[in-house]
């Protein structure tokens, strides 16, 4: 049967669990974190209709969504954007693992999602030295009571959190559990002499984690990890359906390509680098659904006037570009991959990342060899 032992002994087998959160793990049990209704697999899951099915999701080794559409009802067709969620457990650990906590360190959560992780927080540090804050109020007033029926009380508080909580700060830690384009440099000044971990990346590449270091008013460090995390919500650019992106398809321009577009969605590094350029666009690559392996990669911009498509086809060495708008998106993505192989084809743990109150920039190998 679905239990915290179970959830324990999935970590435990996978390799997830570090010595120092075991007893962590053990102790909070994730049930009193989620709602009685949540999404897998892009469909409602209800407690009440199916109790056994949503324990065995509970205490899995999986993300749970527990928040569409940031709460509001759009209707049964609208797009349905998650905006919340108890994150994977395992990328919980490895995120901690990746901020380095310490006994005594006062943390600060950013992003306080169902207040699962502030109370691991708090069970390891002490309520007093842990702070959450989310910019959703209903978020934040759930947190607080799931934090409370579990024994928890940290200083959880309503607000923009890319703007920081100056009123807890100076922090020894900042962990981020949405992911920026860019590092606020408020999140330095808030911790001036510790460590900041956040998932980052634009539109077209956001899964890397910045493990930061800062010391004299700059933040450094590089990347690790593969995450998937929801986009902050200031600023956070539009999603929707394909055709909510496409518009004047006989208008576009026709070219050919021989970047295969499989490969360029299979060549991990070459994205990361890309994206690093192409902060504003985002790709999707469509499967056809007749057995052909033919497939159409998409590139959309977050301001819906361009977009391109690349069409595959297997056994072939060029493949059909059509481009509308006013930028060539696909144009950009190709540039983008040359210049990658001009450097070498470099992995992306190779680049890091330095934040000033200037602004933020990556680089190769060193941080005087910036690359944007």
């Known amino acids: 049967m679905s239990s915290p032992e179970r959830l324990l002994e999935i970590l435990t087998n996978k390799g997830a669990v570090l010595p120092e959160w075991r007893d962590t ?26 109790p056994e099915r949503w324990l065995t999701m509970v205490y899995g080794d999986l993300p749970l969504v527990t928040q569409v559409n940031d709460g509001q009802d759009l209707g049964d067709d609208a797009h349905r954007l998650p905006t919340s969620s108890s994150s994977m457990p395992s990328l919980m650990l490895e995120m901690l693992h990746l901020l380095d906590v310490r006994e005594g360190h006062r943390t600060m ?22 702070f959450g ?10 947190a607080i009571k799931n934090l409370e029926s579990a024994g928890y009380s940290p200083h959880v508080v309503c607000g923009d959190a890319e703007k920081g909580y100056p009123d807890g700060a100076p922090y020894d830690r900042w962990l981020a559990t949405f992911t920026v384009p860019e590092i606020p440099y408020t999140w330095v000044e808030q911790t001036p002499a510790g460590r900041i971990v956040a998932p980052w990346g634009g539109s077209y590449h956001s899964y890397s984690f910045a493990v930061l270091d800062v010391r004299d008013g700059v933040a450094e460090g590089r990347f690790s990890g593969y995450p ?17 992106f496409l518009h004047h398809q006989d208008e576009a321009a026709r070219t050919k390509t021989t970047l295969s577009p499989r490969d360029l969605q299979a060549e991990y590094e070459a994205k990361f680098f890309i994206g690093v350029q192409l902060r504003d666009a985002w790709s999707l690559l469509a499967e056809a659904n007749d057995g052909s392996d033919e497939a159409t990669l998409w590139v959309l911009a977050d301001d819906r006037a361009s977009w391109a498509s ?11 570009v059509e481009q509308y708008g006013p930028r060539r998106l696909w144009d950009e993505i190709e540039a983008g991959y040359r210049r ?25 190998d060193a941080p005087d060899n910036v690359i944007t």
């Open 25 to 50: 793990v053990a102790s909070v049990d994730r049930k009193l974190f989620v709602p009685e209704t949540i999404e897998v697999d892009d469909r409602p899951l209800s407690r009440s209709d199916r």
């Open 228 to 244: 998937a995390f929801m986009r902050s919500r200031t600023n956070r650019p539009p999603r929707g359906y394909l055709a909510d």
């Open 133 to 142: 804050i989310d910019i959703d109020p209903t978020i934040v007033e759930q």
């Open 310 to 320: 690349v069409d595959y086809v297997p056994g072939h060495d060029t493949f059909l």
């Open 340 to 364: 990658w192989e001009a450097l070498g084809s470099p992995d992306r743990d190779r680049a890091g990342l330095t934040v000033a109150r200037d602004g933020q920039r990556v680089w190769l």
């Open 109 to 130: 959560d950013a992003g306080a999602g169902t207040g699962y992780n502030l109370a691991w927080l708090s069970h390891r540090l002490g309520s007093d030295n842990v």
